[in-house]
């Protein structure tokens, strides 16, 4: 069976020869270029100018940056997650969603490394966060949330290209085999390392694979721990608080699974996946971002009463400047997008119609951006002195390099849909073979 | 002589014959474009090498980004607060990182070296019907010693492979 419309997974190995909508394709990498050409421009003026073209100044010295850095690594968590979780239950569903989601991890993590490189001030001196023989002979300071934090995203950066690898490397062997070009032999042929299909070189891939699925689970915990202390371990207001570990990781899956949607519904459109992401796949990543919203939403709860229960006087005051501040529209945006459309998911209608699945998703994405924006900025606008209080705006640079970062995830994850299998084809193949063996037991 | 490749256009007739070779006691490769579950374990597949090489990755990340942070402390002690020099809790999430990822890459690093992978050319690539992106290709690689009175395998297709 090699007819192409007979086959909804062999035409996932056809797609890169032969695209089912470039001219869209075109129109999306055009504009992707443009805000990767702002992102270069921002970052020149950045370097040229220094961090005083930013609008982050005491006592709002995070600003954008940072709450960009923590959307990017929380919605790179949901493609781990959505990932290795599913694979660890056996879930067959993951099949169709694992490929692009560990994708979009990969490129979300790179945008969010390169935010706190970029904020250092002298980013070209980002590496002395490294432990490293120097002529100082200074070492990091292992005991600060930030030294964990340079090893947390480091590895977590490194971790996820290895797990999409591990995964790839017989459908690039797949790809191999089916390119015509020389180049995409070779090219397919390089990446596959030589993969031939031997039964025990996939028993071994099973085992290996599922280990390092197995591993990615705990990273995703020890990375959201990590950036949680950067706000938690100090003792600002607000933020010195022991739910925030737990409480990041929920708001993380909550964004990413949003992102999944967003992409899961737009691929699906545009490569003609339908019989591949079914509506049961839809249903799956709404049933998720519903269960994820309630964690966060308990967050949110939690945070405000231990706050009120703490009857310490900064910390209640922080509450209320959260609430009726200067800043209150992010904290009430951020209730208000995450979690009202939300509710919708209820019913199994919206949860499997794309549109509607797509809206609440980049709903949740913005609310998400907004409750990372009231964190950290009421957080610090409002300090211990009130002689150190002041009030933060973003600056156009801030702004630009924000919209030139969406470029930079844009374009790889294009060329990525554009180039190669966006599903794990063998392992469609492996489910669809199990599940008539089964039919016919 | 050559080695055999036999080619099947069903997985269950490729698990048939290959439990016919097991039970002839044959040595033998099994080319699939999908795992297949039990497939391994007919070609005499019993180890668990990957996940004991993924072990001994962590530990080895755990002892090494354990002392490394002791020893930067040791070598550069800062002191904030009061707190000691080697205070371990706060070493923990950087050791346990190290040690996920070490063990990371013993399981990418294992797997591959134990399949002898990277290998880019392979006897087996130079017949023209082998293809993992056909999902109807299955195929038993004999080799040259064993094909003497072989049962009957009833492929699709048998070509020679010389070496």
Known sequence: MTDAALDPIDRITRIPGDFPAPRAWWICFGVSLALLLLFLVSVGVLLVFGVGVWGNNIPVNWGLAIVNYVWFLGIGHAGTLISALLLLTGTTRRNALNRFAEAMTLFSVICAGLFPVLHLGRPWLFYWMAPYPNTMTVWPQFKSPLAWDFFAVLIYLIGSILFWYLGAIPDFAAMRDRSRSRFAQVAFGLAALGWRGEARHWARWRQAYRLVAALAVPLVFGVTASYALLFAAGPVPGWASGIFPAYFFCGAIFSGFAVVAIIAVTLRHALGLGALVTRSHLNLIGQLLLATGFMTGYGYAADAFTALWSGDAREIATLHDRWTGAYAWSYWGAVALNFLPLQLLWFRRVRVSPVPLALIGLSVTIGMWLERYMLLVTGLYRDWLVSSWGIYHASFWEWALFAGMIGVFLAPFLLFVRFLPVMSVFELREARHEKREAGHG | ?163
Do not use: C
């Open chain 2, 1 to 163: 002589m050559a080695d055999l490749l036999l080619e099947y256009d069903d997985p269950d007739r490729l698990m048939a014959a290959a439990r016919r070779l097991r039970e002839a006691e044959r040595r033998f490769e099994a080319i699939t474009p999908y795992p297949l579950e039990g497939l391994a374990e007919l070609t005499g597949f019993a180890e668990a090498h990957v996940p004991k090489l993924a072990l001994a990755g962590g530990v080895l990340g755990a002892v090494l980004g354990f002392g490394g942070q002791v020893a930067t402390n040791l070598l550069y002690p800062i002191d904030v607060g009061g707190r000691p020099p080697v205070a371990w809790q706060g070493f923990a999430l950087v050791t346990a990182l190290i040690a996920i990822f070490t063990a990371m890459l013993f399981a990418l690093g294992g797997m591959l070296a134990l399949n002898r992978l990277p290998k880019l050319r392979h006897p087996v690539f130079d017949d023209p019907r082998m293809s993992l992106a056909e999902p109807d290709r299955f195929f038993l690689l004999i080799p040259e010693g064993e094909r003497e009175g072989l049962p009957e395998l009833d492929p699709r297709r048998a070509a020679e492979v010389p070496r």
